[in-house]
């Protein structure tokens, strides 16, 4: 079972994961761009997705600051060192 506030997490988290895959296309775009004339479009969507990405990162921080449990597994999380194969 999730921890309190958990379960309200779900929607901007899918929403976040959702929207850096945008950005990631977007900036594979931009990259096959350069010799036709859209890369001022994609430039103002890559803005777009730039922003509404940190916004809901934003949000989502401050939920888990709002909710003990969570922020604690957060922290706890962020501990644990990163190994590599």
Do not use: C, W, Y
């Amino acid at each position: 079972m999730p921890p309190a506030g958990g379960a309200a997490l779900q929607a901007p988290l899918s929403r976040r994961r959702a929207v850096a895959q945008d950005l990631q296309r977007e900036r594979n775009r931009l990259e096959k761009a350069d010799a036709t004339d859209t890369p001022a479009l994609i430039r103002h969507s890559i803005g777009f997705l730039e922003k509404q990405l940190a916004k809901l990162q934003q949000d989502i921080d401050s939920h888990i600051n709002n909710h003990p449990g969570l922020k604690e597994d957060r922290e706890l999380l962020t501990r644990i060192p990163a190994t590599s194969r």
